[in-house]
């Protein structure tokens, strides 16, 4: 759990939360499973990814030009109903995630894609920055063939820009859990904690430095 009422800041610069060290492995049922198709409602679609904390992924996905909205939650796990605690300590399977909720007229899936490869170190196993443990695993999901092509197509064009292999595991969407309320549009809402400062901020503007072609309009 991120330590919010901790004194020491030392600690919040350093973490997003618990950082469990165990390693969770993908559950051959999930892995194996047929991909569910989430419908498009009123012109706009769906698309799941997970790396690292949500706060700082949430962030990135809402200043692409066509994204309407990204929602913090958990995927990839093998409970119901996860909470921020039970996520934390690295034995639900589920990764903190989020939901991209976009207009494909504006950005395609593929565009997405190369938002999650891109604004991540996708080498980094079982996390990402100095958020360590299995809710920080990076997963990507696909709701179709289609887009498990896509996902592949670009995983295999960045690959050789990596000395080391692409950690992300390439998943079969099975469900979102939404998460607590306070976790939504964190990072906007708290722009004084210290860990958005010292690591959400910077890998935002990271992002934005190497994507300026498809921010906002207000988010450069």
Not at 56 to 73: D, H
Not at 135 to 140: D, M
């Amino acid at each position: 759990m991120k330590r919010f009422f901790l004194p020491t800041i030392i600690f919040l610069l350093i973490s997003c939360g618990n950082n469990a060290q165990e390693k969770t492995v993908t559950k051959p049922e999930i892995a194996n499973a047929d991909p569910i198709e989430v419908p498009s409602e009123n012109g706009y679609e769906k698309a799941y990814f997970a790396s690292g904390c949500f706060w700082c992924v949430e962030a990135i996905y809402e200043s692409v030009e066509g994204v309407k909205e990204a929602i913090s939650g958990y995927a990839g796990g093998h409970t119901k109903n996860p909470t921020y605690e039970s996520s934390n300590t690295g034995r639900t399977g589920h990764a903190e995630a989020v939901e991209v909720i976009y207009d494909p007229n504006v950005v395609s899936f593929k565009t997405l894609v190369e938002v999650y490869f891109g604004s991540q170190d996708p080498t980094q196993v079982n996390g990402q920055g100095p958020d360590i443990g299995s809710q920080y695993r990076s997963l990507i999901f696909f709701q179709n063939e289609q887009q498990k092509e896509i996902i592949n197509e670009v995983k295999n064009a960045i690959a050789k820009d990596y000395k080391k292999p692409i950690a992300a595991e390439i998943l079969p969407f099975q469900k979102f859990w939404v998460a607590e309320d306070y976790h939504q549009n964190y990072e906007k809402n708290n722009p004084n904690n210290p860990y958005i400062q010292k690591v959400s901020i910077p890998r935002l503007n990271r992002f934005k430095e190497k994507f300026p072609e498809i921010l906002k309009e207000n988010a450069h």
